[in-house]
């Protein structure tokens, strides 16, 4: 029973109880899974004069054979707008609807957490709230965090701090100011906070935002409400994300979830649970919408995106093995079968071949020769690839346990660079982890040197509490190394990456059109296809298609850039004419 008293951890007492509250996720999981109305799955308030009847009564009512056969066929009645599923039985279904109170939302950490505030919008939408850019007419605030570092948690303690003031002043004749935790940092601590901060009213972990409108119910009784409990197959495949900049020239699509390769240093295994993938269906229904949106870019994400694996179609679920890239290993039972990255990756390019396509992050250990070859093989794949090093030394890397040598990764380096000519390479660094010498941690600066990457992310170590190293390793370098180590990992970065980017001086590039430059209005910015910024003048320039007409670049535009100048961030150049990605191959280089 442990698990399940994660499942509502709400302080003071439920009006049905716990108990209750669990039976009713349980009797949901019911109807969801079987397609079947509400009256097939009976529930406590639908009992005759509030006796329980016996199972075999209550087998003799259920559904028979031929229900579930015209189930299966007849079609299913769409829900009036806003949706709401059938109540738990402390609450009405009126309790459960937003009623037009405004949600602001803010998003903190990775790529991941932007697309879980989309899908938490999504969900709160559909049961009647509204969305508010203005934290002072928000009635609930929801905060969407991040648990990588220390330092991420310590941001949402300072916010909650401000946002304590907020909640105080609330006049009394408008409805009470509710807030809530969302993400890792809510599966993390769990209770802690709740503990720590009496203003907190709610807490949803990664799996938990479906049951956002019946938390918010819950904390509109007065009581704090929480559901961090992970799953073993929710990816929200059914919830369509919606986008929160309606102007955005590109999107993030989640392909799958959690990450099983128990890195010794990290705690995303611990917050966002096992890995489980969306069906393909689902993926590439979300691409074709963002698609006939207009968007010109997706990005697909995961927290191990290249191991994708959709396991939902019995035809695929052979014994075939998973290939991994040469001289790596896994920490984990080797897979098989499913329609694997290649196969995805390969469905999502031919959606649309004017939509540029991405993926992050992945592991070093997920590069088979089909997928490189097929990066190299079509226009709209980005000749980009993120591959995370964390260190130059074996012996930390083995500490790490990240399951390949400081030789494999430089051989597959190389493997890369010959497979796809001209790829932008990224990659992140820990500096200081756990027993890391000044020897090891030369090692990673002459790493640097010999990859000369074009992007970097780069932080100090930061120990978590129920990670590997936590439990088996001494955080035994002290900060200041940590500091000192990791500023002249940042200086040779720069360095390097000044000289790689340089390359791209004299060049064409392919520019995907973003909007005007955060410094200058009289300048343009967008990316390149290794992801890289380029910031132009914002100048009439030739359309390509339309010969002999003369306009101005606008968001979502591809424009050809002539390079002029290069640093370690971004690039610089002019506009040389608006095009499209299929008329741009012949005139670009690779960047």
Known sequence: MQPLQHVLRARGSLRQGTLASVSWLLLRNCRVHSGLPSTACPSPERQEEGVPKDFSSRLATGPTFQHFLRSASAPQEKPSSPEVEDPPPYLTVDELLGRQRKVYLETYGCQMNVNDTEIAWSILQKSGYLRTSNLQEADVILLVTCSIREKAEQTIWNRLHQLKALKTKRSRSRVPLRIGILGCMAERLKEEILNREKMVDLLAGPDAYRDLPRLLALAESGQQAANVLLSLDETYADVMPVQTSPSATSAFVSIMRGCDNMCSYCIVPFTRGRERSRPVASILEEVRKLSGQGLKEVTLLGQNVNSFRDNSEVQFNNAVPTSLSRGFTTNYKTKQGGLRF?????????????????????????????????????????????????????????????????????????????????????????????????????????????????????????????????????????????????????????????????????????????????????????????????????????????????????????????????????LKGHVLCRTTLKDSSAYCSPG
């Open 342 to 570: 290649a196969h995805l990756l390969d469905q999502v390019s031919r959606v649309d071949p004017e939509m540029r396509i991405r993926f992050t992050s992945p592991h070093p250990k997920d590069f088979p020769d089909e997928v490189l070859q097929l990066i190299h093989e079509r226009d709209n794949i980005c000749k980009q690839i993120h591959l995370p090093a964390q260190s130059g030394s074996s012996r930390v890397l083995e500490a790490m346990h990240r399951g390949y040598s400081r030789e494999a990764y430089v051989e597959l380096i190389h493997h890369i660079r010959e497979s796809i000519p001209g790829v932008s390479l990224s990659s992140d660094f820990i500096a200081g982890f756990c027993g890391e010498t000044e020897e090891d941690h030369l090692q990673t600066v002459s790493l640097l040197r010999e990859v000369q990457y074009n992007m970097g992310f780069l932080f100090a170590y930061s120990m978590r509490q129920k990670t590997r190293a936590y439990h088996r390793l001494q955080d035994d370098v002290p900060g200041e190394v940590k500091i000192r180590r990791l500023e002249e990992l940042i200086t040779v970065f720069r360095e390097e990456a000044t000289t790689a980017n340089k390359t791209s001086v004299g060049c064409a590039q392919l520019v995907l059109v973003e909007g005007l430059s955060k410094r200058s209005a009289t300048d343009l910015c967008g990316r390149n296809d290794g992801n890289l910024k380029v910031i132009f003048p914002d100048t009439e320039t030739e359309d390509v298609s339309n010969p002999g007409l003369r306009v101005r670049a606008q968001p979502g535009d591809y424009v050809l850039v002539k390079i002029t100048s290069a640093s370690s961030q971004s």
